[in-house]
């Protein structure tokens, strides 16, 4: 088992699902990542990025 991994926040997962699993895994989350998700559309003639949601992901470390 490695000392360090990343666990997503899965898209119909809730956040206290994401750490049950970091946990049952043998894993204490130590950082939280989170990512704007866009999405590019064009108005008029140009390009602009849309916000449609974020990603999250956080860092475990294995329990001592």
Do not use: W
Not at 32 to 47: D, H
């Amino acid at each position: 088992m490695s000392k360090k991994k990343n666990f997503q926040v899965e898209e119909n997962e809730t956040i206290s699902d994401c750490l049950a699993r970091m946990e049952s895994e043998g894993y204490v989350p130590v950082r939280r990542i989170e990512k704007p998700l866009f999405e590019e559309q064009t108005e008029n003639g140009e390009t602009i990025h849309v916000p449609i949601g974020r990603e999250i992901v956080f860092e475990g470390k294995i329990m001592t």
